[in-house]
């Protein structure tokens, strides 16, 4: 089952603006970890963010994890024509012992389009 | 240099012809896992390996089969494949609870 859920489905803007993601998720985690995904290709690593943390940035992007709302967002900040990709979230859950399991679960991904 | 290799890049085949689709990773990670990507669907989990000789099914196994003999191979395998399976398959490995690494994809076509 797809445990990550992202919102919007597809998103448009213009070069320059800001662009927010949204995924949710239900069980508990070790991790939740974002990908980028140009049209069809290889996925691309962006972030990692943990269980115990509620904020990370690389670069122009900011993530968000809040684990009492099983809830995590994706901030790019001015955004370029060349972040037109599709991005997914992916949750690394957890046993009952709270240790991870290393089976990563992914969303269906928000499809961004960036306009010159 | 780190990285996870796919084989064929690219595979159209007949139903129930057999085929085998290589992963192999030079990382040393213990953990690898196998997933395939459709159109609206996103990216599932077919099975996944926590070490060798130790696999599990993940959200969509029904038709495939694995084996981890040894740490750095993961072959995927489709003993009699159907047009449904039609897909664009990804391998990935990591240490568990790290981040993953995909390799570059296998684009397979059953007619």
């Known amino acids: 089952s797809q445990q990550g859920e992202e919102d919007p489905q597809a998103l448009s803007i213009q070069e320059g603006e800001n662009a927010t993601m949204n995924c949710s998720y239900k069980t508990s985690i070790n991790n939740l970890q974002w990908y980028r995904q140009n049209s069809g290709r290889g996925l691309v690593h962006l972030i990692l963010i943990r269980s115990n943390e509620r904020e990370k940035h690389s670069g122009r992007l900011r993530v968000t994890l809040d684990t009492s709302k099983k809830s995590s967002s994706l901030l790019i900040t001015a955004s370029r024509a060349a972040d037109t990709a599709s991005y997914f979230c992916?949750?690394?859950?957890?046993?009952?012992?709270?240790?991870?399991?290393?089976?990563?679960?992914f969303g269906q991904g928000t499809i961004l389009t960036v306009h010159p | 240099e780190a990285q996870v290799t796919q084989n064929p890049r690219y595979l159209i085949t007949v139903t129930g012809k057999k085929l085998t689709v290589t992963c192999s990773q030079n990382?040393?990670?213990?953990?690898m896992s196998w997933y395939r990507q459709d159109p609206g669907l996103g990216l599932r989990q077919i099975y996944y390996s926590m070490n060798v000789e130790v696999t599990d099914k993940g959200d969509v196994p029904e038709g495939y089969k694995v084996s981890r003999k040894e740490k750095r191979n993961f072959p995927l395998i489709l003993e009699s494949p159907s047009p449904n399976q039609t897909s664009l398959y990804f391998c990935?490995?990591?240490?568990?609870?790290?981040?993953?690494?995909f390799g570059p994809g296998t684009r397979l076509t059953v007619t």
């Open positions: 992916a949750t690394d859950g957890v046993n009952a012992g709270g240790t991870s399991y290393g089976k990563l679960t």
């Open positions: 990382m040393n990670h213990e953990y």
């Open positions: 990935a490995s990591s240490f568990p609870g790290h981040r993953q690494y």
